[in-house]
């Protein structure tokens, strides 16, 4: 079965120190990953997915299929990065989300 | 354009109390919808979700009930809420499989049981 795992529940970074939220998967397949983030009072939303490549906000996330792991990652931490993080894997076919419990970064001023 | 309504935001049940959550998505057709339930330091645990009118796949035997009486509405309901039911319930849909675009989020309802 696949599964998400988020290691850290907590991440306190000071504002312009680079970040990483870690993301390791267990899937025997090619999953589709993607990041999902929550602003404080606003909708779960979809920051970035795999499969575009793309570069949000600053923030990037590259699938290691060695260490299965989706890491995201940004350089230089902002206040406003504050937020809930998800991680979320898809396998082949119409298959819900599987989502990680998720990390809490807080940017410290 | 495409969005989506879930309603109430909050609602405070007593135990044993039934339970009507709806969800209507607006803008597009056939969606998958899900529901999910968010609890602290649990992630986002699925709880059911809809390919279509009717037909509705369980992730987590319990207590709770989903139906899809509409191509975009999706209810979740329980006959008698039980203390542990608390949580945020989150729907959510996508077009076609989550993999190509992922979901789309409502803005969820707080139950709290009593």
């Known amino acids: 079965a696949q599964r998400v795992t988020q290691p850290e529940k907590l991440l306190s970074v000071f504002k312009g120190a680079p970040v990483e939220l870690k993301c390791n998967y267990s899937?025997?397949?090619?999953?589709?990953l993607f990041w999902y983030v929550q602003y404080s009072r606003q909708r779960l939303q979809l920051l970035l997915r795999?499969?575009s490549r793309e570069s949000i906000k600053g923030f990037t996330a590259d699938l290691n299929k060695g260490e299965t792991s989706f890491h995201l990652k940004k350089p230089f931490a902002q206040e406003e990065d504050s937020a809930m993080y998800y991680c979320?894997?898809?396998?082949?076919?119409?298959?819900?989300?599987?989502f990680g419990k998720g990390t809490r970064l807080s940017v410290i001023a | 354009s495409q969005t989506i309504h879930q309603w109430p935001a909050t609602l405070v049940q007593p135990v044993g109390s039934p339970l009507s959550l709806e969800c209507t998505v607006e803008?597009?057709?056939?969606?998958?919808l899900y529901w999910y339930r968010q609890a602290a330091g649990r992630g986002l645990q699925l709880l059911f979700y809809?390919?279509?009118?009717?037909?509705i796949s369980s992730e987590v035997p319990q207590n709770l009930s989903a139906s899809r009486p509409q191509d975009r509405q999706f209810i979740l309901s329980s006959k008698k809420l039980l203390l542990s039911d608390s949580g945020f319930y989150l729907c959510?849909?996508?077009?076609?499989?989550?993999?190509?675009?992922?979901?789309?989020f409502g803005s969820g309802t707080r139950l709290t049981v009593v």
């Open positions: 959510a849909w996508s077009v076609g499989p989550a993999r190509f675009n992922g979901y789309t």
């Open positions: 899937y025997s397949g090619s999953p589709e």
């Open positions: 795999h499969i």
């Open positions: 979320a894997l898809q396998n082949s076919g119409n298959t819900p989300l599987v």
């Open positions: 803008g597009t057709s056939n969606p998958n």
């Open positions: 809809s390919v279509g009118i009717g037909q």
